[in-house]
């Protein structure tokens, strides 16, 4: 009979726990919906209140209320059953595009205004930089760090693609379903959103209460794309104008005829340098055993049209006159035929030519705008020795090579050279030292000297160590041009050293100008008088007073005092 009891009993238990696991199942996926509700909601609020200044990682920034959010909801609040579904399903995946856009635009912008450039983002056209990234990681750390650096920017860029429609989808779902709630809330946070509007009630300094920075930002980039495409025709008027186009280039160049002109871009060498001792150091001694060597030195200051970094730039600036300040300038400007100095120094006679130890590809505009002879590269500039860091040789090397390559060869035409000095680039680590001219050789005495220098890894750990590090590039880099000058044979030498831009902001700090100096070297009188009336003093280290000049003044100023 107990048996009985027990059998006809066992059902009800069986039953029991099914609905017990079911019961546990039902709990588990309602919390995996409550989750992925909550994590689509905090997305689409980011992306929304994300400020166009300030940090992007401060939590009170979600105390923010954001009118786009106001918006959003009144419109799916507002909306018949029809007209809700037809914006779930065509309206809100690429309002989500659009605004995991414009986050990714913003914290760009916080990137290019606070760690490196000191402006903000240009969608339309900073895109065109991502190359250039790329190279400067994989010469940096190596070729599997840029490898992997694409295809974690590839996959985050995917993802948010992917999350912010989906999760303003789901946010929309939640609204429809909970209407009445959905709009008591909606009424209190547009209330809050007015109140914080009029009294500019802020959750930190210059981050208001009431937020728009959706709306801001692409106004702020649609501003841009029109200013961008007016500025391809005002600069495209810039580049047809010029003072020498048709002028015999004999006739510019007359008063350094027979003479060398070597135009030494040195990297990163900005006006912060010489805050540090040990470039005013390597200044001082400069000067002391150039003036040994016969050398006069006059110097100035320039203004660069780029900060941080885009070189090119700066060194377009120089060579054709105009203000190169963006890559869409840049790559209008080498597809025309404006004068630069190579191109002048060419037809009027002299070979010139372009050291780029850091370039390892093709580059036709060295020869379809510059006017380049010959184009010496890390391919063809004969080192052996070791890499140290984003240099994959050392400015010494780099000189010496030059000098064998192109000064020593006799008999030869007069050379024009433009030099880039890259030692000094990001990330100043490890740091070459200067070994006895007479051994440079092929390069592979410079081998044992990456493992004896301090390492990026221990460099980075510190703003100090970064600071302390640039700088001794820097001073490394003068010492390179130092030692050339005073064991190269060539006495007609004009050398043109100037900065490209200032460093990066981890190094410049907040509010840095965009200064750097520039100095003429030569051991000829006649070439110093010339530049008397540029008013530009003596020495390597201009001074507070010194003159300063918009970087494309340059040419203009050359092309008229040594007519």
């Not at 009118?67 to 809100?92: D, H, Q």
């Not at 760009?108 to 190359?131: C, E, G, I, K, M």
């Not at 920075?213 to 104008?241: L, N, W, Y």
């Not at 060194?315 to 404006?338: A, C, E, P």
Request: a neutral charge.
């Amino acid at each position: 009979m107990r048996n009985q009891l027990a059998l006809s009993r066992a059902p009800r238990v069986v039953a029991d726990k099914d609905r017990g696991h079911g019961g546990a199942r039902a709990r588990l996926i309602g919390a995996a919906h409550a989750l992925l509700t909550g994590t689509a909601g905090l997305l689409v609020w980011v992306a929304l209140a994300a400020p166009e200044s300030g940090s992007l990682t401060e939590p009170v920034l979600l105390l923010r209320v954001p009118v786009e959010a106001l918006v959003l909801g009144a419109l799916l609040l507002c909306l018949p059953s029809a007209g809700r579904r037809w914006v779930r399903r065509w309206v809100l995946p690429p309002v989500g595009v659009v605004l995991a856009v414009l986050l990714l635009v913003r914290v760009l912008d916080h990137v290019f205004r606070l760690v490196f450039f000191y402006r903000p983002f240009n969608l339309l056209s900073d895109w065109r930089y991502a190359p250039s990234g790329l190279e400067l990681v994989r010469d940096a750390s190596g070729q599997t760090a840029a490898v992997l650096a694409a295809v974690a920017a590839g996959l985050v860029l995917v993802v948010l693609l992917v999350a912010f429609p989906l999760a303003l989808r789901r946010v929309a779902g939640l609204v429809e379903r909970h209407r009445p709630l959905s709009a008591r809330v909606l009424v209190a946070l547009a209330a809050v959103w007015v109140v914080a509007a009029a009294t500019g009630a802020a959750v930190a300094p210059g981050v208001p209460v009431a937020a728009s920075s959706a709306f801001a930002t692409g106004a702020e980039q649609a501003g841009k794309a029109v200013h961008d495409i007016r500025d391809h025709s005002v600069f495209g008027s810039a580049i047809s104008v010029d003072a020498f186009s048709g002028v015999d280039p004999s006739m510019l160049v007359g008063a350094l005829r027979g003479k060398d002109v070597v135009v030494v871009f040195v990297e990163s060498y900005g006006k912060v340098a010489l805050d540090s001792p040990v470039v005013q150091q390597a200044l001082g001694s400069g000067v002391t055993t150039l003036a040994a060597q016969g050398y006069s030195t006059r110097t100035a200051w320039l203004v660069s049209p780029t900060f941080g970094g885009f070189s090119w730039l700066a060194h377009s600036s120089v060579q054709s006159g105009l203000w190169v300040d963006s890559q869409q300038r840049y790559d209008q400007l080498v597809t025309t035929d404006r004068l630069t100095l190579s191109r002048v120094l060419s037809r009027a006679g002299w070979r010139t030519v372009d050291v780029v130890p850091a370039n390892m590809h093709d580059w036709p505009e060295g020869h379809d705008f510059y006017g380049y002879d010959r184009v010496w590269d890390e391919r063809t500039l004969g080192y052996h020795g070791p890499a140290f860091g984003y240099a994959p040789m050392p400015d010494e090397y780099t000189l010496a090579a030059f000098d064998r390559l192109e000064l020593q060869p006799s008999p030869r035409r007069p050379v024009m050279a433009e030099i880039d000095l890259v030692s000094s680039h990001f990330p100043w680590a490890p740091l070459p030292r200067l070994v006895d001219w007479s051994v440079v050789g092929d390069g592979t005495v410079f081998a044992p000297q990456p493992a004896q220098a301090t390492p990026q890894s221990v460099v980075w750990r510190t703003t100090s160590g970064i600071r302390t590090a640039y700088a001794q590039t820097i001073a490394y880099s003068l010492g390179s041009v130092v030692a050339w000058l005073s064991h190269t044979r060539d006495d007609n030498l004009v050398v043109l050293m100037l900065g490209d831009h200032q460093p990066a902001a981890q190094v410049s700090g907040e509010g840095a100008s965009h200064d750097v100096p520039v100095t003429l070297l030569t051991r000829d009188p006649s070439v110093t008088r010339r530049i008397a009336n540029w008013g530009w003093q003596d020495g390597l280290a201009p001074g507070a007073d010194a003159p300063v000049w918009p970087m494309n003044a340059l040419r203009d100023r050359i092309l008229t005092s040594f007519r």
